[in-house]
C-alpha cells in the first residue's frame, strides 16, 4: 500500500514562503463538504473558535479539535482520537484539500466556505418523520441485508436522529427534509455519512453513502412499536465454557489475564474494542465516568484493544491517545495488529460462538462466571434507547455487585 502522505504530495504543493505569510482560520461559522462522487457530498459544519481551536457539529454532538498544525501554506486538522485529519489550504478564508484516514490510505477532497447552513432548505416539508422506522439496509441482496431502526424527530424542515442497528448506531445525523426528499449527514473524524431518502406517508426508500468507499440502498416502514432483536442474546458462550480466559500485553509489555489478582472477587467488564470506533469511543467516554464513581465498590474493566495498526507501537500509540483524550483510567490490553476482522478476534476468543460488533461487553462475575455478553453500543445518538441502556446497565452492575 502506498503510504498516506504521499497522497499530500499529490494533492498539495507545498510553498516554502515565510512564516508570516501563511493564511490562518479565521474565527467564524463554515459549512465543508467531502466529494464522494462526482454528484454526491457529504456536507458537515464547523466553527472556528481561534487559529488553534474548532468545534465540528452533528445535531446535538459537538467535537472539540484542538490539534491544528500550520506548515507553509497548508493547515492539518488532526481530528481528536481518530487516525484521521483534514490537510488543506486557506486562500481567501476558503480550505481546499482532503480528508485522509493514514491507516487505511483513504483520501476524500475536502472543501470549506464560510456558512451556518449544512443543507439548503428549497421547499416547506410535505412528511414529517418523526418517530420510529423499522428499516432494512441493502433489502434486495439476503446475504448482505441487516436490519436497523430509525429513530427521528423532526421540527419544519430540519432533521435529527440516527439508525439503531444490532452492532450500535450510526451516531449524531442532522439534515431536512424538502418536500419529500430526506437528506442526513454526520462527519465525527472517524466516518462521513449521507443518508439521501424519498418519503412517502409510510415509506423512506433511499441511499446510504459511508465515505467515498461504500454504498447501499435501504428502506424503512413507519412502525412505532418495532424492537430490534435483544442486544444480550446475540453473542454467548460455546458449549462447554462458562467463564472468559486471555492473556494479552499493555502497554509496558506486562501480560494481563482475567486471573491477575487484581480481577479477583471483582465484578469485572471486559470490554472488546478498537480505538478507530465512534461506538467504541461512546462506550468508552461512557464506562470512564460509570468507572470512577464504581471501581471502589469492587468493580473491574478491562479493554481489549483490536487495531488495523500494522505495528505494536502505533496501535499503543493510538490507545494512549485515546486513554489521555476522555481521561480512561481502566487498563487497555492490545489484543490485535493489522486487521479487524470479527473472524480474527473470535479467534482469539474461542469461546464466545463469534464477535459480531465493536464494541462488545462481557459481564464477569466475582466468580469469574460470565453472566451476560452485551453486542454493540447504541449511545447518546438514540435518546430515549441510550436512557433505557443506562438504566438496564446500571441495574444488572449493581446487582453482581452485591452478590
Known amino acids: 500500500m502506498r503510504d498516506v502522505f504521499t497522497f499530500l504530495i499529490a494533492f498539495m504543493i507545498l510553498s516554502c514562503e515565510d512564516k508570516s505569510t501563511q493564511e490562518l482560520l479565521i474565527f467564524g461559522d463554515y459549512r465543508a463538504e467531502l466529494q464522494i462522487s462526482d454528484t454526491e457530498v ?35 486538522i488532526n481530528m481528536p482520537v481518530f487516525e484521521a485529519l483534514l490537510a488543506a489550504k486557506i486562500k481567501n478564508e476558503t480550505l481546499t484539500g482532503n480528508f485522509i484516514i493514514k491507516g487505511k490510505d483513504r483520501v476524500v477532497p475536502f472543501t470549506a466556505k464560510k456558512s451556518k447552513t449544512r443543507f439548503n432548505v428549497t ?14 439496509f441493502s433489502p434486495n441482496t439476503p446475504d448482505d441485508a441487516y436490519i436497523a431502526k430509525g429513530v427521528f424527530k423532526q421540527n ?24 419529500n426528499d430526506l437528506k442526513l449527514s454526520t462527519f465525527d473524524g472517524a466516518h462521513a455519512f449521507l443518508f439521501k431518502g424519498k418519503i412517502t406517508d409510510s415509506t423512506i426508500n433511499g441511499t446510504f453513502y459511508s465515505g467515498s468507499h461504500w454504498k447501499e440502498p435501504f428502506s424503512a416502514i413507519r412502525n412505532a412499536n418495532y424492537q430490534l432483536p435483544s442486544a444480550n442474546d446475540l453473542t454467548y458462550l460455546n458449549e462447554g465454557y462458562d467463564s472468559l480466559a486471555f492473556t494479552f500485553p499493555d502497554a509496558n509489555g506486562k ?25 467504541c469511543l461512546d462506550e468508552s467516554k461512557y464506562y470512564t465516568e460509570f468507572y470512577k464513581k464504581n471501581n471502589e465498590k469492587g468493580l473491574e474493566i478491562v479493554a481489549l484493544a483490536f487495531e488495523y495498526a500494522k505495528t505494536n ?9 485515546l486513554q ?27 469461546m464466545l460462538n463469534h464477535v459480531l460488533s465493536y464494541p462488545t461487553t462481557v459481564f464477569v462475575d466475582k466468580k469469574g462466571k460470565v453472566r451476560k ?31
Open 255 to 279: 501480560m494481563i489475564s482475567l486471573t491477575d489478582d487484581r480481577f479477583k472477587n471483582k465484578v469485572v467488564l471486559v470490554q472488546i474494542m478498537g480505538t478507530w470506533c465512534p461506538n
Open 373 to 403: 455478553i452485551h453486542t454493540g453500543f447504541n449511545g447518546p445518538a438514540t435518546g430515549e434507547e441510550f436512557v433505557e441502556f443506562k438504566k438496564e446497565f446500571i441495574d444488572f452492575v449493581d446487582e453482581l455487585l452485591k452478590e
Open 313 to 321: 507501537e502505533k496501535a499503543f500509540a493510538s490507545i494512549k491517545r
Open 123 to 136: 421547499a416547506k416539508a410535505e412528511a414529517n418523520i418523526s418517530g420510529n422506522w423499522e428499516t432494512v
Open 324 to 350: 489521555n483524550r476522555i481521561g480512561i483510567t481502566y487498563p487497555i490490553l492490545l489484543a490485535q495488529t493489522g486487521t479487524t476482522s470479527k473472524q480474527k478476534a473470535q479467534e482469539k476468543l474461542p
Open 42 to 76: 457529504i456536507p458537515f459544519t464547523f466553527k472556528v473558535k481561534d487559529v488553534n481551536n474548532l468545534t465540528v457539529f452533528n445535531a446535538e454532538e459537538q467535537i472539540e479539535v484542538n490539534e491544528i498544525e500550520y506548515r507553509n501554506d497548508s493547515v492539518f
Open 156 to 179: 419544519g424542515n430540519q432533521v435529527s436522529g440516527t439508525f439503531l442497528t444490532e452492532t450500535g448506531d450510526y451516531r449524531f445525523l442532522e439534515g431536512v427534509v424538502n418536500g
